[in-house]
């Protein structure tokens, strides 16, 4: 795993830059900047793992593979993955390959599927596309959502680890007033690796409602009572 060491624009991502991304197309059309998200990264995390442990280099292999499916526009384009044979699945849910990931509408939509009737979800992503829910997240957390590697309980060729995800409300969601309080998501996850250390499946455990109520604490009882339908004593996220 030794080619994620980061790389000469950002020392925790790879594949940013150099001769292998001079025809990467970006969704912004240039590569992102993450020095505000890793700020929140070096002044929140929890653990400092040893230069070149498996640890280091499972968290950077996390933290590009979340930078290629959220900022590359082709999967051709991905590096940490094999796109002919990757698969995706969140909470026993059915696997998605890429291909089926784009037609649900991207990452935001695929990390926050559910099987909740429509009148209890907070987020639906039935309803939003790549765009919208890209506006909505990055409102909502200016700052950017950042990542550590809790644990890595195996080694390739399996991947097994424990992670937190943590951001800063301070944009609306949803309708729902920014707080400016810390949001935080746990969560395992196993990633099969290839030869090459590509992935080749990804699978996900983790509540979403954990992050979702998160962005509702200031919702008054009306609030939540027009968005569940009717049914605000009911919680959305069990």
Known sequence: MDQYKGSDVDKYICFMSGESEKNTTWKLGVPPNFDVVNKLFEEGRTKIWPTGSLEEQVQNLV????MEL??????QDFKTVDVTKLTFSVNGQKPLTPKGVAKIGGGYN?????????????????????????????????????????Q???????????????????GPFKGQPPTGELVELFGVCTMELDENFKIVKVEFFYDRGELLAGLIKGASATTLDSTTGGESSACPFS
């Open 152 to 170: 890595v309980y195996s080694g390739p060729p399996v991947i097994a680890y424990k992670f937190r995800h943590w951001g800063y409300m301070e």
């Open 63 to 66: 933290k590009t593979w979340e």
């Open 110 to 150: 695929m990390f926050l599927q559910t099987s909740l009737p429509q009148n209890l979800r907070m987020y639906d992503s039935s309803e939003e596309t790549v765009d919208t829910a890209h506006k909505l997240f990055t409102t909502t957390f200016p700052r950017g959502f950042a990542v550590e590697i809790l």
């Open 70 to 75: 959220f900022h590359k526009m082709k999967p």
